[in-house]
């Protein structure tokens, strides 16, 4: 029977929050003392909104250029003047406000010479609700979750040079609550009515204020219908926008959220910043392994400005600079070349035409990046200052796509009653290939783009992975163990679990956890006696079939020597008598003395029948 796979393509709300500074206002200058002195400052302070705290800690922010001249700055909370701090360097006017209820005013006045510059004022009111996000919740997968999702998170950020995200627990709140409102409401990033019952803010900063987060600096991700952590940071990163976010070297600190639709919300904060300067390149430089697709499947759309939406592109390139909020990136030109010097067509969104944000430059290719290509980017840029002053921010670097094929992960998700076989790419996916599992010579699984049919019910077992990469022009073999799964934690799991993923032999990938020992794939496969004790180090093998195989399975992940340490040896491989025989001829310098397997993966043949089951061969050298 067959069936037409849901079009549950992933969609993508992308927000960064980065407070708005107002115009900023002039202080009036002194005849006598000539000091010059601008100020930023925001609409209103934290908290606004609703506030869950009845002893909430009110700030604003507010901030002079010089503080060479005297000034004031004063908080008045319900009409009442209260002893606020002030911190120069943060810019922060804070108070820790105890025993409020209601609606609450805030008021903060500054004052030069004596003389008011700015009064800002706003409500907030205390909440008469108890919400807590993570009661009722499983918290041992949450807390995987959010662990699973930072350390992928830092994995990128260390490999780009920015600090690493610690996990906070304010925003994890922050995080779950939004997350417990979207499987409800089915929103994006925006709350909108106050008299639902899991509202906590329209915007993330809202949120975050309502419980407690004492930061301005707050951003927000969300992807939905994840399996987990580790799947939603990967597509965060791929979409561009969302990528700013995660390498964003002022946020410091996250929380997740994740509820039964496999919604996953992440919260950013951090203390924004604090003078610093720094360029963020993704892919970055001297990158191997560089994906070269992407579906544009984005919110905001970042070809928007081409007339184009949801349609395969190559592998976006971002240039990122992180400053100050008044400085100007300017783009004077940008160009994407490959390994002959060729120029490459791309969509190129600059600071020029966004929207969304004035400070980087995203290349995205026209069409696929070749595999195995060395590219190399070029942007000449430059930062202006408020002041006028300008400085050089331009950027030259290399990267290396994929070469072959390469994923990430292999798992199921279920829709409409079938368990689809979904693989993330880590060489960026081709759209049009093909994908079949196999166990003992009968097929159970074709998918072919969105497009999946199943020949028969799937069950516990080991099962052949075949995927043919036109793209790639490449036919790759893995092993995959399925498992049952009773515990199943979002509306599209499947209760089919991929356990163990094999490739060359070797595990790619663990999901059950046993006891952390790797054992190699072809330990299930039959063994064959050679009916001899030793063999000569040059040593030449002939395995003869009984049809001819394709020639494309006869490669050093279908066939291959290893050692006593599961290491493989660099053997030679030819394929003869029509296709009906393989000759394996030793290393160069031959085999050393010692123990070794020789190992033939389920094979396909020309008739497209695949072996019942793979061989291990082993034999001596002495």
Not at 390 to 408: C, G, M, P
Not at 425 to 448: F, V
Not at 457 to 483: A, H, R, W
Not at 602 to 613: C, G, S
């Amino acid at each position: 029977m067959r069936y037409k796979q849901i079009g549950f393509m992933l969609l993508i709300a992308f927000f960064l929050w980065i407070p708005t500074v107002e115009a900023e206002t002039t202080v009036t200058k002194e005849p006598l003392t000539q000091v010059d002195a601008t100020i930023e400052y925001l609409p209103e302070g934290r908290p606004s909104g609703i506030v869950q705290s009845s002893s909430p800690n009110i700030t604003y922010y507010i901030k002079l250029s010089s503080y060479d001249l005297p000034y004031e700055i004063r908080m008045y909370l319900n009409g009442r003047e209260v002893n606020a701090d002030y911190n120069e360097g943060t810019g922060i006017v804070s108070y820790q406000a105890s025993g409020l209820s209601g609606e609450n005013r805030v008021k903060v006045t500054l004052s030069t010479y004596g003389k008011e510059n700015l009064s800002r004022s706003w409500n907030f009111k205390v909440d008469d609700r108890t919400i807590s996000p993570l009661a009722g919740k499983d918290m041992s997968l949450l807390e995987r979750v959010q662990n699973n999702a930072l350390e992928r998170a830092n994995e990128y950020r260390s490999v780009i040079g920015v600090a690493p995200l610690t996990s906070n627990e304010t925003l994890q709140e922050t995080a779950q609550a939004h997350a417990n409102y979207i499987e409800v409401n089915e929103t994006g990033h925006t709350e909108v009515s106050t008299n639902e019952t899991l509202f906590t803010g329209r915007t993330p900063q809202d949120r975050s204020a309502y419980f407690g987060y004492g930061s301005y600096f707050v951003g927000e991700g969300i992807t939905y219908e994840e399996p987990g952590g580790p799947t939603s940071i990967d597509h965060l990163y791929d979409a561009p926008y969302h990528r700013l976010s995660l390498m964003n070297p002022f946020y410091s600190e996250a929380g997740t959220g994740y509820n039964g639709d496999g919604d996953f919300v992440i919260n950013f904060g951090g203390l924004g910043n604090q003078g610093e300067e720094k360029v963020v390149l993704y892919p970055y430089e001297g990158q191997e392994q560089a994906k070269v697709s992407w579906l544009a499947f984005e919110e905001p759309n970042p070809l928007r400005f081409f007339g184009k939406n949801k349609i395969w592109t190559g592998y976006p390139i971002s240039f990122a600079y992180f400053g100050g909020q008044s400085d100007r990136l300017v783009v004077q030109s940008s160009s994407l070349v490959d390994s002959s010097g060729q120029q490459v067509s791309t969509y190129t969104v600059t600071p020029e035409v966004e929207d969304q944000g004035k400070h980087h430059l995203f290349l995205i290719p026209k069409k696929f990046l070749k595999p195995g290509e060395t590219y190399q980017v070029q942007v000449n840029a430059y930062i202006e200052k408020k002041s006028g002053s300008t400085k050089d921010v331009s950027r030259t670097w290399s990267f290396k796509t994929a070469d072959e094929i390469a994923l990430d992960r292999v798992y199921f998700e279920k829709h409409n009653g079938t368990n689809f076989l979904t693989l993330e790419w880590a060489s960026g996916k081709d759209p049009d290939a093909t994908i079949t599992l196999e166990m003992n010579g009968e097929r159970y699984l074709r998918r072919e783009g969105q497009q999946q049919t199943t020949y028969k019910d799937l069950t516990p077992g080991l099962y052949t992975m075949s995927i043919d990469s036109p793209y790639f022009n490449e036919v790759k073999t893995y092993q995959i163990m399925i498992q049952s799964k009773e515990d199943l934690y979002f509306d599209y799991d499947s209760p089919l679990n991929v356990t163990k993923v094999f490739e060359d032999g070797v595990m790619m990938e663990d999901t059950d956890g046993a006891d952390g020992k790797e054992t190699p794939i072809f330990a299930n496969y039959q063994e064959w006696d050679v009916n001899q004790s030793s063999f000569s180090n040059d040593k030449v093998w002939n395995i003869r079939f009984n049809s001819s195989m394709l020639p494309s399975q006869v490669n050093s992940s279908n066939v291959y020597v290893v050692n006593n340490q599961n290491e493989k040896v660099d053997v030679n491989l030819m394929l003869e008598r029509d296709g009906t025989e393989i000759v394996v001829t030793p290393p160069s310098g031959n085999y050393s003395n010692g123990d070794y397997t020789l190992v033939i993966q389920p094979l396909k043949n020309k008739a497209d029948k695949i072996m019942d089951n793979g061989i291990q061969m082993p034999f001596k050298v002495q």
